[in-house]
């Protein structure tokens, strides 16, 4: 499968601030990217080169065949971008945006009213379509913003925070177009800070702090270099406690951890569910009465914290959106 996205070396710099420092990624045509990381890592700027919205101070990229700089003309025909910094006319209503862009990219009039009816409809826009977006809320500009960058279709398509500030619904329906998108064949690259869309749409992550990435691979890839599952119990004495620590300890690759007033323990394992149907064995063999069981898998969370040293929403918390 040849790459619709290739980014080598990537450096840019604000005065002192380093934005980007030596980025690099490659997306196979087909797929979904994932850049993944905490406020000022550097994704807004990725996005920004790669969308020759902004020129790198060292390295190079290419979309969809086409170099960012030296063919940023005829790129912006093949991409669509949504994100951070996407305009958004104000005084004209939700419908006549979208219309503006169908014509930018030259459909016919009557197409591209049909187009922003669709996309409007999609997005749950319909009836605030021919009001001024001057009116709209923050989650209806993003669904608006979003709206925008489908218009055409385009084979490549760039996502800044796609779902930051929608609400569960949105989300969950923005979820859906981009998995039909990318099954008619579009390449996403999308940013994130959240994990779990990561996790969920992305066919590879990289994890990205201080402008480059520092780990590359699918979630499970990524849980892995993390380490293990655990097996979580919860039991109804503390006499109980005890007997689960005997008898799993020929299970356990690793300390176990026991919260005694809370009757819980936990045990490192390998082999995730298989594990989980041995131990649940073991327990009712020796008439151990288990209150709660269950496997957990280290989040993208526990990832980035491991990464990094510091937890992905840290910086997140303090920022005001
Ligand atoms: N126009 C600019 N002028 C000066 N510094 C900038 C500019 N744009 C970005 N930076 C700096 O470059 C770094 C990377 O910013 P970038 O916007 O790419 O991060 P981000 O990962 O998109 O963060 P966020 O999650 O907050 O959107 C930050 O330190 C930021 O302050
Ligand atoms: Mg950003």
């Given at each position: 499968?040849?790459?619709?996205?290739?980014?080598?070396?990537?450096?840019?710099?604000?005065?002192?601030?380093?934005?980007?420092?030596?980025?690099?990624?490659?997306?196979?045509?087909?797929?979904?990217?994932?850049?993944?990381?905490?406020?000022?890592?550097?994704?807004?700027?990725?996005?920004?080169?790669?969308?020759?919205?902004?020129k790198p101070d060292a390295g190079y990229a290419k979309v969809a065949g086409l170099d960012v700089v030296?063919?940023?003309?005829?790129?912006?025909?093949?991409?669509?971008?949504?994100?951070?910094?996407?305009?958004?006319?104000?005084?004209?209503?939700?419908?006549?945006?979208?219309?503006?862009?169908?014509?930018?990219?030259?459909?016919?009039?009557?197409?591209?009213?049909?187009?922003?009816?669709?996309?409007?409809?999609?997005?749950?826009?319909?009836?605030?379509?021919?009001?001024?977006?001057?009116?709209?809320?923050?989650?209806?500009?993003?669904?608006?913003?979003?709206?925008?960058?489908?218009?055409?279709?385009?084979?490549?398509?760039?996502?800044?925070?796609?779902?930051?500030?929608?609400?569960?619904?949105?989300?969950?329906?923005?979820?859906?177009?981009?998995?039909?998108?990318?099954?008619?064949?579009?390449?996403?690259?999308?940013?994130?800070?959240?994990?779990?869309?990561?996790?969920?749409?992305?066919?590879?992550?990289?994890?990205?702090?201080?402008?480059?990435?520092?780990?590359?691979?699918?979630?499970?890839?990524?849980?892995?270099?993390?380490?293990?599952?655990?097996?979580?119990?919860?039991?109804?004495?503390?006499?109980?406690?005890?007997?689960?620590?005997?008898?799993?300890?020929?299970?356990?690759?690793?300390?176990?951890?026991?919260?005694?007033?809370?009757?819980?323990?936990?045990?490192?394992?390998?082999?995730?569910?298989?594990?989980?149907?041995?131990?649940?064995?073991?327990?009712?063999?020796?008439?151990?009465?288990?209150?709660?069981?269950?496997?957990?898998?280290?989040?993208?969370?526990?990832?980035?914290?491991?990464?990094?040293?510091?937890?992905?929403?840290?910086?997140?918390?303090?920022?005001?959106?």
């Open positions: 499968m040849p790459d619709a996205i290739v980014a080598e070396g990537l450096v840019k710099k604000y005065g002192d601030v380093v934005a980007l420092d030596g980025m690099e990624l490659t997306v196979p045509e087909g797929t979904v990217f994932g850049l993944l990381g905490p406020n000022g890592a550097g994704k807004t700027t990725t996005v920004r080169i790669l969308t020759t919205l902004l030296r063919d940023a003309r005829r790129l912006r025909a093949h991409i669509g971008v949504s994100g951070q910094y996407a305009a958004v006319d104000d005084h004209l209503t939700g419908a006549e945006n979208l219309e503006m862009v169908g014509r930018l990219y030259h459909l016919g009039v009557k197409r591209a009213k049909q187009r922003a009816r669709e996309l409007l409809e999609r997005f749950d826009l319909t009836e605030a379509g021919d009001r001024p977006v001057q009116g709209y809320s923050g989650g209806m500009r993003r669904r608006l913003d979003l709206a925008g960058a489908l218009v055409v279709s385009p084979p490549v398509l760039f996502l800044d925070e796609p779902t930051t500030g929608l609400d569960p619904r949105a989300r969950a329906s923005l979820w859906d177009v981009i998995s039909e998108l990318v099954a008619t064949g579009t390449t996403v690259l999308l940013t994130t800070q959240y994990m779990e869309e990561a996790d969920r749409l992305a066919d590879r992550i990289g994890v990205v702090d201080h402008g480059h990435v520092i780990a590359l691979g699918t979630a499970d890839e990524l849980k892995d270099q993390v380490g293990g599952d655990r097996i979580e119990l919860s039991v109804t004495s503390v006499a109980d406690l005890a007997a689960v620590r005997r008898t799993l300890a020929p299970l356990a690759v690793g300390d176990m951890q026991v919260d005694a007033p809370a009757l819980r323990v936990a045990i490192p394992v390998t082999g995730g569910a298989t594990a989980l149907t041995t131990a649940l064995g073991h327990l009712i063999a020796e008439g151990i009465a288990v209150r709660d069981a269950g496997l957990r898998r280290p989040t993208l969370d526990d990832v980035f914290l491991t990464l990094t040293g510091h937890e992905a929403d840290e910086k997140i918390k303090e920022t005001v959106r």
